[in-house]
Structures are given as structure tokens and as C-alpha cells.
């Protein structure tokens, strides 16, 4: 491990952001506008964005006016009907149920609105991104975006600081809402589970819930992690149990692993319909570090509002 800066945002989400590609981009251009001043001339940058960042493109995709929907349910079942023909084909063909037949059904277009879209962000700012994670099935290849199978995962992808994709890994533990009877997403193989090499550091990548799984981390830890990135989206409110359960995930693993160094945990918070998102993002170091040697190098002040976390990470420390 190398010096490097690392930069977790705490972002705010809003149906509205997710009504076409230019809502969605122009919500990460002003994203980028607060980064921007933020970055190292001298280290190298790694900006870590939360978890199911691209998966509400399902809205752009169908043409959707957010405001038509008051709940999560029921915009859900809203855009399965605008399509509900092809729908229906894809699962006769599939064999899958509705939403992961919408998913599928719209997955080139997710896919070329997010990837364009994460590959202009890594580019304007030049540096390495983590790109919170999407819903979207395997591809043959990610320049015809074809999708293979009949199943949906959600995906984390990073970027290099020129906008290519160098690196991706797919969550093996999925939350209820991702499930079957939410989001009809599949699990990943604990075998499929694999470090990012940036140069600087060897990155160990665990979507959100991974992270409290020991399983998952010493997998990292045994390929070579240094750092622990958990972009994360917590669908509840934040309260004194979340923040005791919370302290269980990478604040955990980076205290009981020695080869750990540091963990960063963007997370996303805000409203998607009537389903609250709240938690505190941090950017985390060993237990005798921080204040009040709690381990938080960096830890964000609230628990429902955009904040962006900064800190410069070292080989010593």
C-alpha cells in the first residue's frame, strides 16, 4: 500500500434524479462540482460512491415520471405494467418473475446510461472510482452490452481515472428487499469474490452487507486486501440499534484483521418513494485511531443529508 487520498461520499437520492439520463447526470455532475476542490495534486484519489447508485435507472429506461408514484411498491408494479407484453415474453423465456424481467428486459439501456455516465465522472475528475453498485445481469461484453442468462445481480464496477472499467465484483448476501419477493436479484458465489489491485492499494470490495460476513472478508484478506470499501444504501431509519449493529460490518473487520488497514463506507440516504435511507458514511482506521481512539478517521454528521468525507491514507498509520 501506497499513500493515497480517499473521498466517500455520502449521497442523497431523490426519484426525480432518476427520470432520464440527464437527471441522473446532472446529479453527479454536482456531485462532482463539490469533489472537484477536494482532490489530491499529490496522491493518488479513490472517490467511493454508495451502493444501488444506478439500479433506480429503471425509471429513465421506462420513461418514467416519478411523481406519477407515491410508494415503492407501487411505482414497481407501475412500470412492470407499461411493459407487461415484453415482460411477459422474458419470463415465459427466462423463466424469472416480473421485476427481474423488467431488469432484464431494460438492461442495455441501465447499463449504457450508468457506465456512460460513471466513465465521464472517473474521466472529469481523474481518478480511481468506486461506482456504488447497479442492478444488471452479466454481459458477453461491456461494449455491446448483451445480456447473458436469465439472472440479476447487483454489481459493483470501478473505474480508472481515464474512464475504463478495471475492475467489478457482485454481492454474494442479499437483504430482503433485493430478494425474491423485492428486487428478484440473485446471489453471487462466495468463489466469484475477488481483490482490485489499483497500484496503490489492493482493494478488498464488499456491497454493503458482505461486509458483516466473515466469510466474505477473509476471502479479501486472503487474496491480499489492505483497504475494505462498503458502498452501502441502509433502507431504514438510522437509529441507536442500526448504529450498534453498523459497528459489527467494517469497523469490525478493519479493528480484527492486522493486514486491514483502513476501511471507507459510503453510503446513500434520502427517500426512493416512501422507502427512508439513513447512515452515517466513514472513512475508518484501527481502534486506537481517530477521535476519542474510536477508529472513525472520518465520520459523517448526519444521517440523512449529502456530506463528503476526506481523508489521506498511510502505509504507518
Same mark, same amino acid.
Given at each position: 500500500?501506497?499513500?493515497?487520498?480517499?473521498?466517500?461520499?455520502?449521497?442523497?437520492?431523490?426519484?426525480?434524479?432518476?427520470?432520464?439520463?440527464?437527471?441522473?447526470?446532472?446529479?453527479?455532475?454536482?456531485?462532482?462540482?463539490?469533489?472537484?476542490?477536494?482532490?489530491?495534486?499529490?496522491?493518488?484519489?479513490?472517490?467511493?460512491?454508495?451502493?444501488?447508485?444506478?439500479?433506480?435507472?429503471?425509471?429513465?429506461?421506462?420513461?418514467?415520471?416519478?411523481?406519477?408514484?407515491?410508494?415503492?411498491?407501487?411505482?414497481?408494479?407501475?412500470?412492470?405494467?407499461?411493459?407487461?407484453?415484453?415482460?411477459?415474453?422474458?419470463?415465459?423465456?427466462?423463466?424469472?418473475?416480473?421485476?427481474?424481467?423488467?431488469?432484464?428486459?431494460?438492461?442495455?439501456?441501465?447499463?449504457?446510461?450508468?457506465?456512460?455516465?460513471?466513465?465521464?465522472?472517473?474521466?472529469?475528475?481523474?481518478?480511481?472510482?468506486?461506482?456504488?453498485?447497479?442492478?444488471?445481469?452479466?454481459?458477453?461484453?461491456?461494449?455491446?452490452?448483451?445480456?447473458?442468462?436469465?439472472?440479476?445481480?447487483?454489481?459493483?464496477?470501478?473505474?480508472?481515472?481515464?474512464?475504463?472499467?478495471?475492475?467489478?465484483?457482485?454481492?454474494?448476501?442479499?437483504?430482503?428487499?433485493?430478494?425474491?419477493?423485492?428486487?428478484?436479484?440473485?446471489?453471487?458465489?462466495?468463489?466469484?469474490?475477488?481483490?482490485?489491485?489499483?497500484?496503490?492499494?489492493?482493494?478488498?470490495?464488499?456491497?454493503?452487507?458482505? $461486509? @458483516?460476513?466473515?466469510?466474505?472478508? +477473509?476471502?479479501?484478506? !486472503?487474496? *491480499?486486501?489492505?483497504?475494505? =470499501?462498503?458502498?452501502?444504501?441502509?433502507? $431504514? @431509519?438510522?437509529?441507536?440499534?442500526? +448504529?450498534?449493529?453498523? !459497528?459489527? *460490518?467494517?469497523?469490525?473487520? =478493519?479493528?480484527?484483521?492486522?493486514?486491514?488497514?483502513?476501511?471507507?463506507?459510503?453510503?446513500?440516504?434520502?427517500?426512493?418513494?416512501?422507502?427512508?435511507?439513513?447512515?452515517?458514511?466513514?472513512?475508518?482506521?484501527?481502534?486506537?485511531?481517530?477521535?476519542?481512539?474510536?477508529?472513525?478517521?472520518?465520520?459523517?454528521?448526519?444521517?440523512?443529508?449529502?456530506?463528503?468525507?476526506?481523508?489521506?491514507?498511510?502505509?504507518?498509520?
Amino acid at each position: 500500500m501506497k499513500p493515497f487520498r480517499a473521498i466517500s461520499v455520502q449521497m442523497e437520492w431523490r426519484p426525480e434524479y432518476y427520470s432520464s439520463e440527464e437527471s441522473f447526470a446532472g446529479k453527479l455532475n454536482s456531485v462532482m462540482d463539490k469533489i472537484e476542490p477536494l482532490l489530491s495534486k499529490e496522491l493518488p484519489n479513490l472517490v467511493s460512491l454508495p451502493e444501488d447508485l444506478g439500479t433506480p435507472l429503471i425509471l429513465a429506461t421506462c420513461q418514467v415520471d416519478p411523481g406519477e408514484y407515491r410508494t415503492f411498491a407501487s411505482a414497481a408494479s407501475g412500470v412492470v405494467r407499461r411493459n407487461i407484453i415484453q415482460v411477459l415474453t422474458i419470463r415465459l423465456l427466462k423463466g424469472a418473475g416480473n421485476v427481474r424481467a423488467l431488469y432484464l428486459l431494460k438492461s442495455h439501456d441501465m447499463a449504457l446510461i450508468y457506465l456512460r455516465t460513471l466513465k465521464r465522472f472517473a474521466s472529469r475528475l481523474g481518478t480511481y472510482v468506486v461506482g456504488g453498485s447497479i442492478l444488471l445481469p452479466d454481459f458477453d461484453n461491456y461494449r455491446e452490452l448483451n445480456p447473458m442468462g436469465n439472472a440479476v445481480y447487483n454489481i459493483s464496477f470501478v473505474f480508472s481515472p481515464e474512464g475504463n472499467i478495471i475492475g467489478r465484483q457482485k454481492k454474494v448476501h442479499l437483504i430482503d428487499l433485493e430478494g425474491q419477493k423485492g428486487l428478484d436479484a440473485e446471489p453471487s458465489h462466495l468463489s466469484d469474490i475477488s481483490v482490485i489491485d489499483l497500484g496503490f492499494v489492493k482493494m478488498g470490495l464488499a456491497i454493503c452487507y458482505d $461486509a @458483516f460476513f466473515m466469510e466474505v472478508v +477473509e476471502k479479501l484478506v !486472503a487474496q *491480499g486486501a489492505e483497504v475494505l =470499501v462498503q458502498p452501502s444504501a441502509n433502507p $431504514a @431509519f438510522w437509529t441507536r440499534q442500526q +448504529e450498534e449493529e453498523w !459497528a459489527t *460490518g467494517t469497523l469490525k473487520m =478493519v479493528r480484527q484483521f492486522t493486514q486491514l488497514k483502513y476501511g471507507i463506507n459510503p453510503m446513500m440516504v434520502g427517500k426512493m418513494f416512501d422507502l427512508p435511507f439513513e447512515g452515517r458514511s466513514s472513512i475508518i482506521g484501527k481502534a486506537d485511531s481517530g477521535p476519542n481512539d474510536r477508529g472513525y478517521l472520518r465520520r459523517a454528521k448526519s444521517k440523512d443529508q449529502e456530506e463528503i468525507l476526506v481523508a489521506d491514507l498511510f502505509p504507518s498509520q
